[in-house]
DNA sequence: TTTCTCGATTTTGCCACGAT
DNA sequence: ATCGTGGCAAAATCGAGAAA
């Protein structure tokens, strides 16, 4: 008898995981214990099946039948639901049983019943090692069996699975959900710091490029980074020595300023790139050269010695020295680096040398500028925080020091200045009670991304013509007085629609920027009535400023929305 | 900034021996 | 003849902090 799947072909499946992309997957088939994983992408196996077969057939998901689909070339994977928001781990073990003279090869029965285990005895000393780590597995965790060569110093990956329970532990024993259809790596080991000992019976690998290669799973390499002090340039410029370390022996303290300065000077840009430097890339450039972190920043101010979270920026690349080379001498061409010079000198530092260093000495690291998110104020990290500890510029990657700073609740209430009578008649109310700190603090400088708000504005005026039709959408739309232009304005059947792009690399910034202008062009004139004024940035909406603009509809009856526009997949958000 | 030291991690050597 | 395999130990290497 024909399997009843039989007649669903690959071509099917690939529509229906399409269809689950633009639509997304119903609640009742959130639940779901075995993934089909496309593009690294999961989708849950049976209401993919289901799609693609139009809701025709009924089954239950079973071995038969995910064996079935995955011979039409896709990867499934076993993910229970307990502990599913867990970050995984990565475990490796041994396929053989026994000691040296008498192997017994395991693999074929681990597989047969959905297993992996050791028969070490836990009291010897490799066997408390691997006790120890076995201890660490938990629910969900990801592991291969590999077989190896130690003269060619190669490995090779027999099966990857889903830990599904660890009751049998004590027994060296974990239950395993072994993947159907998987990717596996066959070749050199990795090696060199980090990588663990390949050759013991069970160990767990940590860095992301050995995770990519044997699991096709993606970690994103978080990092954080100390900047030198700049608040009042915003990184786009010097700013001087004050906050500065004034350590002479420093760069910083002799020269009066760093190259990181210009780390968000995001107007100069070699395609779509902007370069910049960190220094704790600089310490271990040959590490850290090719690879891609997201770096949260934060600084430190001398004077007063708070911490402060600046930002993050996702996907930063280190370039190699031949790139900063090239880099160096388009900033000569352009005339950009003649003017970081004047600005060395502008602030008042020592400008000696600065068109002598190496391209790597000046830039390292690239970034695309809708990947930056600047914190506007700068967010105080507590004194509690792990981070004052850190005493150096080093490339932090210790969870131990995550920032995860908590929104601060913000509290208006109204302070009580001092009677005159206590102070001889002077008014003081400036720093009642309130620590030190925060009397000289001041919002970042920011400046508008201007390349990203003119390429927003091209590929959303198409887009939104795709929908409403060429006529019907009118990019930089005179305002009806003075020179000023909404951005692009959509005549919908219900009325205008006005669209603000802004593109600052934070959103409660981009939110203020377009407000004032949105209102008046509405406003201003009584006839100009717009039904609906959107606001469109490059960052996707936080819950904060979805807040925000729900209370500002609520109060206000405003007409006022939020939307992201994604530049690299010109993916336009939800209307919030 | 450079060099040194120390501890931790990773690689290699050696043993034994069955499988290829 | 050569290789895969795991334990154990020794050797090599690495990273971070201290000292120079």
């Known amino acids: 008898m024909p399997n009843k799947l039989s007649s669903i072909t690959k071509a099917e499946i690939l529509e229906a995981l399409d269809f689950i992309d633009h639509n ?32 025709k057939i ?42 040296s003279p008498n192997h017994i090869p395991m693999l074929e029965d681990f597989i047969k019943n959905s297993y992996w285990a050791t028969d070490h005895d836990f009291s010897s000393k490799t066997g408390k090692t691997i006790d120890k780590r076995l201890s660490q597995v938990s629910i969900n965790d990801r592991i291969a069996i590999r077989f190896f060569s130690r003269k060619n110093s190669t490995i090779a990956i027999a099966a990857l699975g889903t830990v599904k329970s660890i009751d049998e532990i004590h027994n060296g024993h974990l239950e395993v959900i072994w993947d159907y259809f998987p990717k596996l790596y066959n070749g050199p080991k990795p090696s060199g710091q980090g990588a663990g000992n390949w050759w013991n019976t069970f160990l ?24 030198t002090w700049n608040l009042e340039h915003g990184y ?31 107007a100069k840009l070699i395609d779509g790139y902007h370069y910049g430097f960190l220094e704790p890339v600089r310490k271990y450039q040959k590490f850290h050269t090719g690879k891609i972190y997201d770096v949260t920043f934060y600084t430190l101010d001398a004077d007063s010695s708070i911490r402060y979270e600046v930002g993050e920026v996702y996907g930063l690349e280190v370039i190699d020295e031949q790139l900063a080379d090239s880099i160096k001498q388009q900033y000569k061409t352009n005339g950009w680096l003649q003017e970081m010079e004047q600005q ?54 210790d969870t131990s020091f995550s920032l995860n700073i908590e929104e601060e609740e913000e509290q208006f209430i109204f302070i009580t200045p001092f009677p005159p009578s206590s102070n001889d008649g002077k008014d003081t109310n400036e720093d009642t009670g309130q620590p030190k700190r925060k009397k000289s603090f001041r919002k ?28 019907n959408v009118h990019p930089e739309h005179p305002a009806g007085y003075g020179q000023h232009r909404i951005d692009i304005v959509v005549n919908t059947n219900q009325g205008l629609v006005f669209y603000e792009i802004k ?14 202008q949105l209102m008046e062009y509405s406003y201003w004139s009584k006839h100009n009535r717009a039904v609906k004024i959107i606001i469109v940035t490059q960052i996707p909406i936080t819950p904060k400023a979805k807040e925000y603009f729900n209370h500002l509809r609520d109060k206000f009856n405003l007409p006022l929305y939020y939307q992201s526009f994604d530049l690299s997949t010109g993916h336009l958000s939800e209307i919030t």
């Open 344 to 397: 060395i000198i502008a602030c008042g530092a020592n400008d000696n040398g600065f068109s002598g260093f190496n391209g790597i000495d000046i830039f390292n690291v690239r970034y695309r500028p809708e990947n930056l998110r600047i914190n506007s104020p700068y967010k105080a990290i507590p004194k509690e925080n792990a981070i004052y500890s850190a005493q150096r510029y080093t490339f932090i990657q």
């Open 58 to 99: 009924d089954f239950r998901s079973d071995h038969f039948y995910r064996t079935r689909i995955s011979e039409l070339g896709f990867n499934i994977q076993f993910k229970s639901e307990k502990g599913k928001d867990k970050a995984p781990k990565f475990w490796i073990g041994a396929s053989y049983f026994g000691e």
């Open 444 to 471: 970042p400088k920011e400046v508008e991304i201007v390349y990203l708000h003119d390429a927003i504005s091209i590929a959303l005026t198409q887009k939104i013509r795709g929908i409403h039709q060429h006529q």
């Open 503 to 516: 593109t600052y690399p934070s959103i409660l910034t981009a939110i203020r920027e377009a407000f004032g």
């Open 204 to 227: 767990e690998i940590s860095r992301p490029e050995d995770i990519e290669l044997i699991f096709d799973h993606e970690i994103t390499n978080k990092r954080l980074s100390r900047l």
């Open 236 to 266: 786009m410029s010097p700013s001087g020595r004050q906050g500065k370390s004034k350590d002479l022996k420093s760069h910083e303290g002799q020269f009066g300023y760093g190259h990181e300065e210009w780390l968000f000077d995001n």
């Open 24 to 55: 997304g997957i119903p609640k009742d088939n959130e639940w779901n214990q075995y993934w089909i994983m496309y593009n690294r992408i999961p989708y849950p196996f049976k209401h993919s099946v289901h799609l693609a077969s139009k809701f």
